[in-house]
């Protein structure tokens, strides 16, 4: 974007320059560059849809943040205390995404009804991990920017290329108190695609993820009974089979499990399970086996 006297663009040379960077030289950078856009009143747009953020009106916002984290020696915190169950695994027909659908505040349910997976767009889709309020905006954000290349291009962006775009986004407002843990998925010309990307800017690609507090939980379900070469039905059973034992032993996670499957011809919602319901179907499942 110009600046206010026809100044060149400036937001992709900065995020350029600060990738190159240490922390202590990033805050010294970031003072200069404020102090800088002052005196030449230059308009910096963001690539935020609606506007800029409010940050901290200091020449370190990361640097302020932390007298409000568990780092500090300060009596006042900021504490997210939240949990979830998130996971996803590429297999034969494409990838599978299960979610419980609990919200929590600290001790206090929240909500059972929260929708964990985010649609991108027909051949994308998000999980939620963390802040509710953060994975929201930078998916639907992502959103944004995937038509926009979309419509640039004239054609579908990547899955690579997409979760690359969201770790861009985040790490740029590393520090300053985000919380996102999520799985991008989806099938390009390379075929299913599958990347955790979090908050620190972090991005891994393999073939099986789950993220939240329920996680360990889940991947002792999924290690037992993964294979590349599992049916359709075999592959939703185990979604839904990992999911609930995390909800059992879990309590910030629960309500009802929502999966999904993405397909060469995009994603499909396949069902919506109450928890309580899987319950008592393993139960009897477990009780006809030991009879028999």
Known sequence: TSGAHGSPPKMALLREEYKQK????????????????????????????????????????IEFL??????????????FEHGTTTLAFKFEHGVIVAVDSRATAGSWIASQTVKKVIEINPY????????????????????????????????????AAASKLLSNNLIYFKGMGLSV?????????????????????????????????????????????????????????????????????DAYSGGVVNLYHMKETGWIKVSQTDVARLHYQYADEKNTNSKS
């Not at 747009?45 to 609606?50: A, S, T």
């Not at 984290?69 to 504490?79: G, L, M, N, P």
């Open 22 to 61: 240490s922390t202590s030289d990033v805050l010294q950078w970031k003072s200069e560059v404020r102090l800088q856009e002052e005196a030449e009143n230059i308009d910096v747009r963001p690539l935020i849809p609606g506007g800029a953020f409010a940050l901290p009106a200091n020449e370190s916002p």
């Open 66 to 79: 932390k007298k409000f984290s568990d780092e500090s020696d300060s009596d006042v915190k900021i504490r």
């Open 124 to 159: 994308l889709l998000g999980t939620m991990a963390g802040g509710a309020a953060d994975c929201s905006f930078w998916e639907r954000n992502l959103a944004f920017e995937c038509r926009l290349y979309e419509l640039r291009n004239g054609e579908r962006i990547s899955v």
């Open 181 to 249: 843990g999520t799985m991008i998925c989806g099938w390009d010309k390379k075929g299913p695609g599958l990347y955790y990307v979090d908050s620190d800017g972090q991005r891994l690609t393999h073939h099986m993820f789950s993220v939240g507090s329920g996680s360990t939980y889940a991947y002792g379900i999924l290690d037992s009974g993964y294979r590349w070469d599992l049916s359709v039905e075999e592959a939703y059973e185990l979604g839904k089979r990992a999911i609930y034992h995390a909800t059992h032993r």
